[in-house]
Protein backbone atom coordinates (compact mmCIF):
# COMPACT_ATOMS: atom_id res chain seq x y z
CA UNK A 1 0.00 0.00 0.00
CA UNK A 2 1.52 3.25 -1.04
CA UNK A 3 1.79 5.54 1.81
CA UNK A 4 1.24 9.67 1.33
CA UNK A 5 3.00 10.61 -1.41
CA UNK A 6 4.48 14.40 -1.69
CA UNK A 7 6.35 15.61 -5.11
CA UNK A 8 8.79 16.79 -5.78
CA UNK A 9 10.58 15.75 -2.55
CA UNK A 10 13.14 18.75 -3.25
CA UNK A 11 12.12 22.80 -4.93
CA UNK A 12 14.04 24.93 -5.29
CA UNK A 13 12.94 28.53 -6.65
CA UNK A 14 14.05 31.79 -7.13
CA UNK A 15 12.24 34.69 -5.30
CA UNK A 16 9.48 36.18 -6.71
CA UNK A 17 8.61 32.92 -8.86
CA UNK A 18 5.56 30.30 -8.21
CA UNK A 19 6.22 26.97 -6.01
CA UNK A 20 3.67 23.83 -6.30
CA UNK A 21 3.50 21.19 -3.99
CA UNK A 22 1.53 17.86 -4.55
CA UNK A 23 0.15 15.71 -2.00
CA UNK A 24 -1.55 12.43 -3.15
CA UNK A 25 -3.11 11.26 0.44
CA UNK A 26 -3.87 7.59 0.95
CA UNK A 27 -5.77 5.04 -0.51
CA UNK A 28 -9.21 5.44 1.34
CA UNK A 29 -8.16 9.18 3.07
CA UNK A 30 -10.37 11.78 2.53
CA UNK A 31 -8.85 14.22 4.71
CA UNK A 32 -5.71 15.99 4.23
CA UNK A 33 -3.42 18.58 6.35
CA UNK A 34 -0.35 20.73 5.18
CA UNK A 35 1.78 21.21 7.67
CA UNK A 36 4.87 23.56 7.85
CA UNK A 37 8.56 22.95 9.46
CA UNK A 38 10.75 25.77 9.81
CA UNK A 39 14.25 24.67 10.57
CA UNK A 40 14.98 23.82 14.32
CA UNK A 41 11.17 24.30 14.84
CA UNK A 42 8.55 21.65 15.34
CA UNK A 43 5.59 21.61 12.76
CA UNK A 44 3.08 24.22 12.31
CA UNK A 45 -0.34 23.56 10.92
CA UNK A 46 -1.47 25.21 8.02
CA UNK A 47 -4.53 24.00 6.40
CA UNK A 48 -7.39 21.24 6.45
CA UNK A 49 -8.67 19.96 3.42
CA UNK A 50 -11.63 17.60 2.22
CA UNK A 51 -12.01 16.66 -1.09
CA UNK A 52 -13.24 20.23 -3.00
CA UNK A 53 -13.68 21.66 0.37
CA UNK A 54 -11.09 23.83 2.63
CA UNK A 55 -12.41 22.96 6.29
CA UNK A 56 -9.80 25.07 8.28
CA UNK A 57 -7.62 27.45 7.07
CA UNK A 58 -6.41 29.08 10.00
CA UNK A 59 -3.07 28.45 9.85
CA UNK A 60 -2.48 29.69 6.35
CA UNK A 61 -0.81 33.23 5.51
CA UNK A 62 -2.67 35.63 4.59
CA UNK A 63 -1.53 36.46 1.54
CA UNK A 64 0.48 34.32 -1.51
CA UNK A 65 -0.65 31.01 -0.21
CA UNK A 66 -3.57 29.06 -1.43
CA UNK A 67 -4.40 25.03 -1.20
CA UNK A 68 -7.01 23.14 -2.96
CA UNK A 69 -7.80 19.41 -3.15
CA UNK A 70 -9.90 18.64 -6.01
CA UNK A 71 -12.54 15.93 -6.81
CA UNK A 72 -9.92 14.32 -9.44
CA UNK A 73 -5.97 14.71 -8.24
CA UNK A 74 -3.60 15.73 -5.97
CA UNK A 75 -3.83 18.36 -3.25
CA UNK A 76 -1.96 20.99 -4.05
CA UNK A 77 -0.15 23.74 -2.05
CA UNK A 78 0.55 26.82 -4.31
CA UNK A 79 2.99 29.53 -2.91
CA UNK A 80 2.85 32.55 -5.60
CA UNK A 81 5.74 35.28 -5.35
CA UNK A 82 7.87 32.91 -2.64
CA UNK A 83 10.12 34.65 -0.31
CA UNK A 84 13.26 33.79 1.22
CA UNK A 85 11.61 33.41 4.67
CA UNK A 86 9.18 30.69 2.74
CA UNK A 87 12.49 28.04 2.47
CA UNK A 88 10.72 25.23 4.45
CA UNK A 89 9.86 21.50 4.94
CA UNK A 90 6.47 21.20 4.01
CA UNK A 91 4.84 18.06 5.07
CA UNK A 92 1.42 16.67 3.73
CA UNK A 93 -0.89 13.95 6.37
CA UNK A 94 -3.87 12.12 5.50
CA UNK A 95 -6.52 10.51 8.02
CA UNK A 96 -10.06 8.63 6.87
CA UNK A 97 -12.03 10.09 9.06
CA UNK A 98 -12.76 13.25 10.94
CA UNK A 99 -12.06 12.16 14.09
CA UNK A 100 -8.46 11.75 15.79
CA UNK A 101 -7.52 8.88 13.10
CA UNK A 102 -3.81 9.45 13.69
CA UNK A 103 -2.72 11.52 10.98
CA UNK A 104 -0.16 9.36 8.20
CA UNK A 105 2.57 11.73 7.03
CA UNK A 106 4.62 12.49 4.00
CA UNK A 107 7.97 12.36 3.57
CA UNK A 108 7.84 16.42 2.73
CA UNK A 109 9.02 18.87 -0.33
CA UNK A 110 11.51 20.75 1.10
CA UNK A 111 11.60 24.46 -0.58
CA UNK A 112 14.51 25.94 -1.12
CA UNK A 113 13.91 29.64 -2.21
CA UNK A 114 17.38 31.40 -3.47
CA UNK B 1 -5.40 27.76 22.76
CA UNK B 2 -3.08 24.63 22.97
CA UNK B 3 0.89 24.32 23.26
CA UNK B 4 3.39 21.93 23.89
CA UNK B 5 6.72 22.20 25.60
CA UNK B 6 9.54 19.52 24.90
CA UNK B 7 12.38 20.19 27.38
CA UNK B 8 15.33 19.28 26.19
CA UNK B 9 16.12 20.25 22.16
CA UNK B 10 18.79 17.47 22.60
CA UNK B 11 19.19 14.37 24.36
CA UNK B 12 22.08 12.27 24.57
CA UNK B 13 22.07 8.70 25.85
CA UNK B 14 24.17 5.84 25.79
CA UNK B 15 23.53 2.56 24.29
CA UNK B 16 21.75 0.27 26.89
CA UNK B 17 20.69 3.40 28.93
CA UNK B 18 17.36 4.74 29.84
CA UNK B 19 15.19 7.11 27.19
CA UNK B 20 13.33 9.64 28.94
CA UNK B 21 11.76 12.64 26.55
CA UNK B 22 9.89 14.79 28.49
CA UNK B 23 6.42 16.86 27.16
CA UNK B 24 4.06 18.86 29.31
CA UNK B 25 1.28 20.34 27.72
CA UNK B 26 -1.45 22.97 28.00
CA UNK B 27 -5.27 22.51 27.01
CA UNK B 28 -8.33 23.89 27.87
CA UNK B 29 -9.89 20.08 27.43
CA UNK B 30 -9.26 16.74 27.62
CA UNK B 31 -6.39 16.16 25.05
CA UNK B 32 -5.86 13.40 23.28
CA UNK B 33 -1.56 13.27 22.72
CA UNK B 34 0.57 11.98 20.50
CA UNK B 35 4.35 11.06 19.87
CA UNK B 36 5.77 10.89 16.37
CA UNK B 37 9.75 9.92 15.55
CA UNK B 38 10.96 11.81 12.58
CA UNK B 39 13.95 10.00 10.53
CA UNK B 40 16.78 12.29 8.82
CA UNK B 41 14.64 13.55 5.41
CA UNK B 42 11.90 11.87 6.11
CA UNK B 43 8.06 12.57 7.40
CA UNK B 44 6.61 11.78 10.69
CA UNK B 45 5.96 8.21 12.54
CA UNK B 46 3.10 7.50 14.84
CA UNK B 47 4.69 5.90 17.97
CA UNK B 48 2.13 5.79 20.34
CA UNK B 49 -0.71 8.11 21.51
CA UNK B 50 -2.93 8.97 24.33
CA UNK B 51 -6.82 9.36 23.97
CA UNK B 52 -9.01 8.01 26.62
CA UNK B 53 -8.68 5.16 29.10
CA UNK B 54 -5.54 3.33 30.02
CA UNK B 55 -2.79 6.06 31.17
CA UNK B 56 0.17 4.07 30.11
CA UNK B 57 0.05 3.70 26.55
CA UNK B 58 2.76 1.22 24.59
CA UNK B 59 3.50 1.86 21.03
CA UNK B 60 6.19 0.92 18.40
CA UNK B 61 10.08 -0.20 18.77
CA UNK B 62 9.68 -0.53 22.45
CA UNK B 63 8.41 3.04 23.66
CA UNK B 64 5.38 4.14 26.18
CA UNK B 65 4.33 7.01 27.94
CA UNK B 66 2.26 8.02 30.56
CA UNK B 67 -0.30 10.59 30.67
CA UNK B 68 -0.62 12.11 34.14
CA UNK B 69 -3.08 14.65 34.08
CA UNK B 70 -1.96 16.28 37.68
CA UNK B 71 1.32 16.92 36.12
CA UNK B 72 -0.13 17.58 32.28
CA UNK B 73 3.14 15.57 31.19
CA UNK B 74 2.94 13.10 28.81
CA UNK B 75 7.03 11.64 28.30
CA UNK B 76 8.19 9.34 26.28
CA UNK B 77 10.12 6.82 27.54
CA UNK B 78 12.01 3.57 26.79
CA UNK B 79 13.96 1.24 29.30
CA UNK B 80 17.15 0.47 26.86
CA UNK B 81 18.15 2.33 23.96
CA UNK B 82 19.00 1.51 20.43
CA UNK B 83 21.24 2.88 17.68
CA UNK B 84 18.32 3.39 15.58
CA UNK B 85 16.28 5.19 17.74
CA UNK B 86 18.72 7.90 17.09
CA UNK B 87 16.14 10.59 15.63
CA UNK B 88 13.77 13.11 16.24
CA UNK B 89 10.86 13.20 18.40
CA UNK B 90 8.12 15.61 18.46
CA UNK B 91 5.45 15.41 20.93
CA UNK B 92 1.60 16.93 19.69
CA UNK B 93 -1.65 17.56 21.51
CA UNK B 94 -5.02 17.82 19.36
CA UNK B 95 -8.41 18.90 21.45
CA UNK B 96 -10.91 15.76 21.03
CA UNK B 97 -13.49 18.19 19.26
CA UNK B 98 -14.07 19.23 16.01
CA UNK B 99 -11.00 19.22 13.64
CA UNK B 100 -9.42 16.43 15.92
CA UNK B 101 -6.71 15.75 14.16
CA UNK B 102 -5.74 19.12 13.78
CA UNK B 103 -2.62 18.73 15.85
CA UNK B 104 -0.02 21.08 17.73
CA UNK B 105 3.05 19.90 18.33
CA UNK B 106 6.00 20.69 20.25
CA UNK B 107 10.00 21.76 19.09
CA UNK B 108 11.01 18.44 18.91
CA UNK B 109 13.47 16.88 20.91
CA UNK B 110 17.09 15.16 19.24
CA UNK B 111 17.68 12.34 20.11
CA UNK B 112 21.33 11.13 20.06
CA UNK B 113 22.58 7.46 21.33
CA UNK B 114 26.10 6.63 21.55
CA UNK B 115 28.33 3.77 22.05
Known amino acids: NAGVMQNPRHLVRRRGQEARLRCSPM?????VYWYRQLPEEGLKFMVY????????ESGMPKERFSAEFPKEGPSILRIQQVVRGDSAAYFC????????????FGNGTRLTVT | AQSVTQLGSHVSVSEGALVLLRCNYS??????LFWYVQYPNQGLQLLLK??????LVKGINGFEAEFKKSETSFHLTKPSAHMSDAAEYFC?????????????FGTGTRLQVTL
Open chain 1, 93 to 104: ASSPLRDNSPLH
Open chain 1, 27 to 31: KGHSH
Open chain 1, 49 to 56: LQKENIID
Open chain 2, 27 to 32: SSVPPY
Open chain 2, 50 to 55: YTTGAT
Open chain 2, 92 to 104: AVSDNTGTASKLT
